[in-house]
């Protein structure tokens, strides 16, 4: 669901140090990787201060800024 945000999975450095690179879109993250995101920083920033969040709520609140950064682009 990240490419509704406007963020790009690159790749997953995953816990056991293997590299998964152009990850499916049903691809799994687990506690300890490192996703490798291209995308506008504040939707980085934002995914990365989600910890703890309703996920859900949160997801929808970044489709719609994303919606209108490409809304205000014209």
Do not use: K, N
């Amino acid at each position: 669901q990240l490419p509704d945000e406007g963020l790009i999975v690159l790749g997953i450095y995953r816990s056991d140090g293997h590299y998964a690179a152009h990850p499916a879109p049903d691809c799994r993250v687990a506690c300890g990787d490192v996703l490798v995101l291209y995308g506008h920083t504040d939707a980085i920033a934002d995914l990365d201060h989600r910890a703890g969040d309703d996920g859900d709520a949160s997801h929808a609140r970044a489709v719609q800024r994303h919606a209108a950064r490409g809304a205000a682009r014209g």
